[in-house]
């Protein structure tokens, strides 16, 4: 068996305090994909911080993100 993508999909939860000490709890999802795991010359990886977002979303987006790293971008998108 030869691996060629993997992703992994972690949620957190993030406290952070402001100059003026007010203090935020960020949740969210953090995500790595790595594709050309089996060509280490042409290896690409990606992360993402989706802030506000559930395991159930990071689920739905891995899929669709784990076919787009590497590639292209279509015309017109940043």
């Known amino acids: ?14 406290s952070v305090t402001g100059p003026g000490g ?6 969210g999802v953090f995500s790595w994909i790595a594709v ?15 802030l506000r977002a559930g395991l159930d979303r990071a689920e739905a987006d891995l899929r669709e993100r784990i076919h787009l790293v590497g590639r292209a971008p279509e015309p017109g998108t940043p």
């Open 1 to 14: 068996m030869n691996v060629t993508r993997a992703a992994v999909a972690l949620s957190f939860a993030l």
């Open 22 to 27: 007010r203090r935020e709890v960020l949740q």
């Open 36 to 50: 050309g795991l089996d060509r280490p010359s042409e290896r690409k990886d990606q992360v993402w911080f989706d």
